[in-house]
């Protein structure tokens, strides 16, 4: 009996899940006062520096580029963002409904970096956009998070970077014109709950769960095509703008929601049925512009929420070697880009490495990627080597060494901003990650000379 309630959980759990993660990661952020990496609603939180191993706030965070991240509550009003002249330093804000698709794209690549006002206003406004405003986004959920990067090629430009960040405001419309600053001091809700946004909902039960998901939906309705899903949702007591208590439906269906909970396999899944190339996750077209496809929602959402469009930055990421085998960290790797074939940008790019939590690995040298700017040394023929182990390589190929964990699995993730034409339409290839040989072998070969020596000597 508890049979189909099941299948059809699996359903609504891979449906909510990203709306859910996005909810505790805006409950992360919440704090008094505006910081580093929290900040009430309405204000920003500015990066000064990069993140590094303990970082948790979000996953897979790049270090390319320093955040400043705000989360935009449209209930009474829409919401002017202001931007400075950055001076042609490439930036990119981008504007997710809180279903984690991306609706709008600010910056370098699409509106110039010019200083400009944009309009967040919600979708049933109707109103007239004053006009020092250069556009107007509409927003089909009542929070926006406004995710905005920018390039910063080393620390030595991280205080200018931070410095034009902290520019950027979100003022009420009803008091654009007017001098306006936000308050110094915002209650902070009495859930806020800064633990990891995985974590929590990992360690949800069903009446958790599905009671979020529920109250969510009041202020982040499902979109109209998602009808058929809304229906899926009702026939286990789930709906939108009401209130879900588990202990009210019948057991069996209640059963069948308690086994639907931490179906993270099928989310997995369905990053597995992605295309690769090479041993690396094609990053599909509709990315951050998810549709219908919640299967691909709910697994980006998993991994690496905050994703954006495909015309901003590329993410192809790998989990297995170019043999197809997992990378561990056992072993050693080497990507070699030929020469003129690294990643083709109009920005940067980079190569990371993360723990299977999506978090940075710990190290001696703390460095957690490698970038363009960084001091690199290429091959005599114009290619480049990066080192892919726990163990330095040697002295003179330290300068390329990516440090990987002393054992276990771990992946790579290339970032491409601003990526050519010749990324986007797959004409341009990333070389396969080539495993080199095993720590331990090499230790073993190691000693087995040793005693081949002193039993010749």
Not at 36 to 56: K, L
Not at 72 to 97: C, N
Request: glycine letters at 8%; proline letters at 8%; a neutral charge.
């Amino acid at each position: 009996m508890w049979l189909l309630p099941w299948l059809r959980g699996i359903k609504a759990y891979v449906y909510g899940f990203p709306l859910v993660m996005m909810d505790l990661t805006k409950e992360a952020s919440a704090a008094a006062t505006a910081g580093e990496i929290t900040a009430p609603t309405n204000q920003f939180s500015v990066m000064t520096t990069y993140p590094d191993a303990s970082f948790r706030a979000v996953a897979r965070t790049g270090l390319d580029t320093l955040f400043a991240v705000a989360w935009a509550d449209l209930e009474k009003e829409p919401l002017v963002l202001s931007v400075p002249d950055t001076g042609g330093r490439y930036y990119v804000i981008a504007l997710f409904d809180m279903w984690s698709n991306v609706f709008a794209s600010i910056g370098k690549r699409t509106t110039g970096t010019d200083a400009a006002n944009f309009l967040i206003a919600g979708s049933g406004w109707q109103g007239t956009p004053p006009v020092a405003v250069t556009e107007t986004y509409r927003s089909p959920t009542r929070y926006v998070w406004v995710n905005g990067q920018m390039q910063a090629d080393g620390r030595d430009e991280c205080a200018a970077v931070s410095a034009l960040q902290k520019k950027y405001t979100l003022t009420p419309l009803s008091s654009w014109g007017e001098p306006w600053s936000p308050p110094a001091e915002v209650p902070v809700p009495a859930e806020a709950n800064t633990a990891p946004p995985l974590e929590r909902v990992q360690a949800m039960d069903a009446g958790a769960f599905y009671g979020r998901l529920a109250r969510l939906m009041k202020d982040n309705p499902p979109a109209p095509a998602d009808a058929k899903m809304v229906n899926t949702l009702k026939s286990v007591g789930i709906a939108p703008r009401k209130d879900f208590d588990i202990t009210a439906v019948n057991r069996h269906t209640a059963k069948g929601l308690q086994r639907s909970m931490g179906t993270f396999g099928i989310l997995q899944k369905a990053l597995k049925k992605l295309k690769t190339e090479n041993g690396w996750l094609v990053i599909p077209e509709n990315f951050a512009a998810y549709g219908t496809d919640f299967k691909t929602r709910a697994g980006i959402a998993l991994i690496g929420l905050g994703g954006i469009w495909r015309q901003d930055v590329l993410y192809p990421t790998a989990f297995k070697d170019g043999d197809g085998k997992p990378l561990d960290g056992a072993n050693r790797y080497l990507l070699r880009f030929d020469k003129g074939q690294t990643p083709p940008t109009r920005a940067t790019w980079s190569v990371s490495i993360y723990d299977p939590q999506g978090y940075y690995v710990p190290n001696a040298i703390g460095r957690y990627n490698i970038a363009p700017w960084m001091p690199l040394r290429y091959n005599d023929g114009g290619s480049l080597d990066i080192h892919i182990q726990a163990t330095s390589p040697g002295e003179e190929k330290e300068t390329n060494w990516l440090p990987a964990p002393a054992s276990g699995p771990f992946s790579i993730t290339v970032r491409i901003y601003w990526p050519t034409d010749a990324a986007l339409d797959g004409s341009y290839k990333l070389p396969p990650v080539r495993n080199t040989g095993a720590h331990q072998h090499e230790k073993k070969e190691q000693t087995r000379e040793t005693s081949r020596q002193a039993a010749e000597g």
